[in-house]
């Protein structure tokens, strides 16, 4: 008989039902409103969809050992376990207001000087064609 068939024939390994278990588990940790969050809707007409990096780590092992007595109905004994981990950090907000679409990076906050001035540069930015907008209006007048 060849190897496969010898393994088609062999029952099912207490492994499998552990990482099934252990996949089943993730599975209903993890879906995708995880990834991108259920839109936010504001009283003045904006909204704000959460956007989100998913980062898992899985690991499972197990070994058999020789029973005592190998008239025991199962030749061996196993031993194993199985782990996960999930990690959720938000990345950005997509803002959607008459229209238009902007994404709203969320950043770790900057600890120096210089990436602070960096981080304030779209806030400027905005700022600036705020007032030159304002300042349009009124030579428009």
């Known amino acids: 008989m060849d190897e496969q068939m010898k393994s088609a024939q062999k029952p099912d390994h207490p492994i499998d039902g552990l990482l099934t278990t252990t996949l089943a588990k993730l599975k209903e940790m993890v879906d995708v409103d995880v990834i991108v969050g259920k839109p936010i809707d504001t009283p003045d007409g904006t909204t704000l969809i959460p956007v989100s990096r998913l980062s898992m780590g899985f690991a499972s092992g197990g070994s058999d050992f020789a029973g005592k007595n190998h008239k ?43 990436g602070r001035a960096v981080e304030m540069v779209p806030q400027l930015v905005d700022k600036v064609i705020d007032y030159l907008d304002r300042q349009k209006d009124k030579t428009a007048l």
Do not use: E, M
């Not at 996960?84 to 238009?100: E, T, Y």
């Open 72 to 114: 025991d109905s199962a030749p061996y004994h196993f031993g194993g376990g199985s782990g996960a981990g999930v990690k959720v950090d938000p990345v950005a907000f997509l803002i959607v207001k008459d229209g238009s679409v902007r994404i709203l990076p969320i950043g770790i906050p900057a600890v120096t000087p210089a």
